[in-house]
């Protein structure tokens, strides 16, 4: 592809269209050709290689910050903050920070976390079949007030890391007013291993 000689690299990209790969490594090489009496001229070659493939990594976090294993960043709905005078309150440990939050009765662990910026993956959207937004509840006593998990949330749970007698998922914990001063924490690392990996494999 011939770009005009006065092109930069952003122009260049803009023109085939990629700009919005950012995963997509890109050199930019011009060269230059002149002769005596004759136009100069350029050609701009924009070379591209092979994009990433979409898997799932190991991401090592600042030091403060947990380890977990990243899959595609997913939306899971728009969380909006209570009103005053119907808070349930949950407090995430994340290492030694704790986040103390405000939510509303019916809110699930992991919409809460997402909605205010805490490191909880939920790499199936809520549905029940990974264990990346595994928790631990820190109290037994709050754990028993918590509905009995699922023979598919039990499944998942088996594919988590540092499963514990208090482990749950927390797209399957939702805040009732009898939950309020919940307080989890967030395991030193979670593993995306979903139910389809199982499935397609049979």
Not at 34 to 50: G, I, M, Q, Y
Not at 119 to 143: K, L, N, P, Q, R
Not at 153 to 160: G, H, K, Q, Y
């Amino acid at each position: 592809m011939f770009f005009p000689r006065s092109a930069n690299k952003r122009q260049c990209i803009r023109l085939l269209n990629v700009a919005n790969y950012p995963k997509l490594e890109i050199s930019i090489s011009t060269k230059t050709i002149s002769k005596r009496n004759e136009a100069r001229f350029s050609t701009t070659v924009l070379e591209l290689s092979n994009a990433r493939p979409n898997i799932n990594r190991y991401t090592k976090l600042p030091e403060n910050r947990r380890f977990f294993v990243e899959s595609p960043r997913n939306s899971h709905g728009h969380w909006t903050p209570p009103k005053t005078g119907e808070e349930i309150f949950v407090t995430f440990i994340d290492k030694e920070v704790e986040h103390r939050i405000a939510a509303n009765e019916g809110d699930n662990l992991l919409t809460i976390a997402q909605g205010n910026d805490i490191d909880m993956e939920g790499a199936c959207e809520g549905s029940c079949s990974c264990s990346t937004c595994h928790v631990i509840v820190e109290s037994e006593e709050m754990f028993n007030k918590i509905p009995e998990a699922t023979d598919d949330e039990n499944d998942m749970l088996d594919l988590a890391f540092g499963l514990t007698e208090t482990s749950r998922l927390g797209c399957q914990i939702n805040l009732t007013k009898e939950l309020s001063g919940l307080r989890v924490k967030l395991p030193s690392m979670t593993r995306n291993l979903q139910a389809s990996d199982f499935s397609n494999n049979k």
